[in-house]
């Protein structure tokens, strides 16, 4: 220890030593961080390895977009449908008298399976340049969710948290919409032939429940996310993702009503893996990948 060091520490001991016992000096603010920023500190003062690769990925400039096209299908023997108790205001909600199917679960012919989410799972929030410029003129757009003999004519919707959703009632009798989840929850009734518009303001990190406190067999799910890279199949279990950021690792999240997040399936096209629940891969510039991924009726409760 050098003679300088050893002055200071014997004047600081001695002014310690004159204070009174009762005197505090006052605490320093405390110290706000940010997970990014403590992992850019690791990699800088050589932290290890696994972390200095998670910070690479988040702060990457993404090279260029590619589009990912595919379909999602089921194998085995799909679950039967639910027939719905349909116990009140028939004549609206029972036209004709024909049964009405649950729409938890829906596979066609070909195996695909409808109403599937897939979505980027994390997005940058402080790098525009993770956005597709061609994806600005829908920040505030709306979706429309419109009722009709007591169903939802969409059952699982998606948007994003700048969106409205634009939440409509064309049948001739009230509905009262509850949104059980998601970034703003709410209950609130939609006269016959009404609507109502319904801003989230924020993100949720997986599909939520709808549901209709007057007909309590209508049901659907909703998805919010502040990127646009998202996508619910249709009937035949197709979906699209485009201009989705090049050259960067990509987490892809897909997630089903009765299976939940699907966390196995198979894959014809290339990926580079599929782990929890979580599709990983990258696109080269300008590239159109074809998927089509599998997944077993077991885990929708077929056979």
């Known amino acids: ?168 009632n064309s049948d001739p009798v009230g509905h009262n919409l509850n949104i059980a989840g998601g970034p703003r929850t709410g209950n609130f009734t939609v006269a016959a032939g009404s609507s109502q518009p319904w801003l989230f303001g924020g993100e949720a990190a997986e599909p939520f429940p709808v549901s209709c406190g007057i007909h309590p067999w209508m049901s659907a799910y909703g998805l919010v996310r502040s990127n646009p890279y998202f996508a619910v199949t249709n009937d035949k279990g197709q979906f699209e993702l485009k201009n989705l950021p090049a050259g960067v690792p990509l987490k892809l999240r897909v997630w089903q009503e009765r299976a939940k997040f699907i966390k196995e399936v198979t894959a014809t096209g290339k990926i580079d893996k599929f782990s929890k629940g979580r599709l990983e891969l990258k696109l080269d510039n300008d590239e159109q990948r074809q998927l089509e991924l599998s997944a077993a009726s077991t885990l929708f409760g077929g056979t």
């Not at 999602?72 to 029972?94: F, S, W």
């Not at 979505?119 to 929030?125: D, F, I, N």
């Open 1 to 168: 220890m050098n003679s300088s060091r050893v002055l200071m520490m014997m004047s600081l001991a001695g002014l310690a030593a004159v204070l009174p016992a009762g005197c505090r000096r006052p605490l320093a603010d405390s110290v706000s961080y940010s997970r990014s920023n403590v992992a850019v500190l690791r990699t800088a003062l050589g932290g290890d390895k696994a972390a200095t690769e998670a910070t690479a990925a988040v702060v990457a400039d993404p090279t260029g977009w590619g589009t990912l096209k595919g379909v999602i299908k089921m194998t085995g023997t799909p679950p039967p449908r639910k027939t719905l108790n349909i116990d009140k205001e028939q004549n609206v909600c029972m036209p004709g008298g024909k049964p009405v199917l649950a729409e938890d679960v829906v596979v066609d012919a070909s195996g695909g399976i409808k109403d599937v989410v897939i979505y980027l799972e994390k997005v940058p929030a402080d790098n525009p340049k993770w956005e597709h410029p061609d994806y600005a003129a829908d920040k505030a757009g709306s979706v429309e969710f419109d009722q009709k003999a007591c169903l939802f004519l969409t059952h699982v919707f998606a948007l994003r948290a700048t969106q409205t959703l634009d939440v409509r």
